[in-house]
């Protein structure tokens, strides 16, 4: 038996659309990626978003909240990314201040950090 800690594995990777056609699917694979121990949630895949995807963001964000740990959403696609300044919410998906404010300041980033805004 070995001793490594191994990361759970990414249960959003295959998400590549987060709209109101999948958004009460993909809140529940969240809740469950969430459950399993995930922290964070790639979304390099996703292609496709609407407003919903945003609200899908935020319940994951207050689930994480509830459970006492913190989510980390990463690689947001331009569209998503858009979103989530228009709603102003960058403060509420990002906890971390600095990358908040840079998610406000800037609309862009490195993807390696935290999330791409």
């Given at each position: ?55 899908v963001m935020l319940s994951w964000q ?25 709603y102003g919410v960058c403060s509420l ?25």
């Amino acid at each position: 038996m070995s001793n490594a800690v191994t990361e759970p594995i990414d249960d959003l990777q295959s998400l590549t659309s987060l709209t109101v056609l999948n958004a009460t699917a993909a809140l529940e694979r969240g809740y469950a990626a969430l459950k399993a121990g995930q922290t964070v949630f790639d979304l390099r895949h996703v292609l496709t978003v609407d407003s919903v995807a945003v609200s899908v963001m935020l319940s994951w964000q207050r689930a994480a909240q509830d459970a006492g740990v913190q989510l980390r959403l990463q690689n947001l696609p331009p569209a998503l990314q858009s979103l989530t300044k228009l709603y102003g919410v960058c403060s509420l998906l990002f906890p971390d201040p600095a990358v908040a404010d840079k998610a406000a300041l800037t609309g862009a980033g490195d993807t390696a950090v935290h999330h791409p805004h």
